[in-house]
């Protein structure tokens, strides 16, 4: 079995900018981690890997060349391998581009049985990079996976939805995107961290992945961002004293009946 994890790089805190003229992130080099939920999935897929002993773990990022970091983590915690789509062609993709780039790269990277995403990055946060990758690949997805099981070449998947768990069978290749419930990541050992800085990583640009430059990156990116702002929030508070509840609920429905809430 080939299990390909997507990994992702995202800034190590919640405080990403926007450029607002040109409404893109602007990410720096210093402070970029694993996405967390991307850590799950590598574990996940290193997990089944250790049930399965012919199987192998290929972690695939798509980012700058500092990206690099996150596949070396992702081989650290158990992965065989990772590669990297990096180039100026790739920059600036929406996730129409970043999903065509990826699936391309598990094209090549085929035959793949299992593909490991996390349900969402902590950057973007759109959910949507994992579902388009399947679509590409005419793979069948499953969504907030909490539970993975193996059995006779089925795979048994428990998933989140509003009101408890749904389970799910099914048949590889499929893509799964997981949730933090799915496991605990352990870091890794400091030899496997010092193994994993040796480990190459191959670079491939579109020309490996037989995709032309206007299908990807900003160019093949049909997503505009019209505008980019904090959402202010105003609050008016108005107090009212312990003998004046009448008044404070007449007002409080005046309020709403204005606002028409109620
Ligand atoms: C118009 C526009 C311009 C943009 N310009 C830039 C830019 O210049 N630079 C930039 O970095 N971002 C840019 N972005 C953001 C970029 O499109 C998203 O970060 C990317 O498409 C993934 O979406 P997401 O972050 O919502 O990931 P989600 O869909 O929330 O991620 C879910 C999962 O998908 C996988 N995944 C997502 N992205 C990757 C990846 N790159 N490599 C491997 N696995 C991945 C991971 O497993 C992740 O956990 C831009 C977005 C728009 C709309």
Do not use: C
């Amino acid at each position: 079995m080939h299990i390909v994890v997507l990994v992702k790089q995202v800034p190590a805190t919640d405080n990403v900018r926007l450029d607002p003229e040109k409404g893109i992130m602007i990410r720096g080099a210093k402070d970029n981690i694993i996405n967390p939920l991307d850590e799950n999935a590598v574990a996940e897929a290193v997990r089944i890997k250790a049930l399965l002993p012919e199987a192998t773990v290929t972690a695939l990022a798509m980012g700058p060349e500092a990206a690099r970091e996150v596949l070396r983590e992702a081989a650290a915690r158990g992965a065989d391998r990772g590669v990297l789509l990096s180039g100026r062609a790739y920059a600036g993709a929406d996730t129409i581009a970043t999903s065509r780039a990826l699936a391309a790269a598990i094209k090549k990277l085929s035959p793949v049985d299992l593909v490991l995403a996390g349900e969402r990055a902590t950057d973007g946060e759109t959910g949507q990079t994992g579902p388009m990758v399947a679509a590409r690949l005419d793979m069948p997805v499953v969504t907030y996976v909490r539970k993975v099981d193996w059995q006779d070449g089925v795979l048994q998947v428990e998933r989140i939805v509003e009101d408890g768990y749904e389970q799910v069978e099914v048949t590889p290749p499929a893509l799964l995107t997981v949730v933090k419930d799915i496991n605990k990541p352990r870091p890794p050992s400091l030899k496997r961290r010092l193994k994993a800085l040796k480990m190459e990583v191959p670079v491939w640009g579109p020309e490996d992945l037989a995709l032309a430059a206007n299908e990807l990156g900003l160019k093949g990116s049909p997503t505009r961002v019209v505008k980019v702002f904090s959402p202010r929030l105003v609050r008016q508070t108005r107090m009212f004293g312990e003998n004046e509840t009448t008044s404070a609920i007449d007002e409080l429905l005046r309020q709403l009946t204005a606002r028409n809430v109620v």
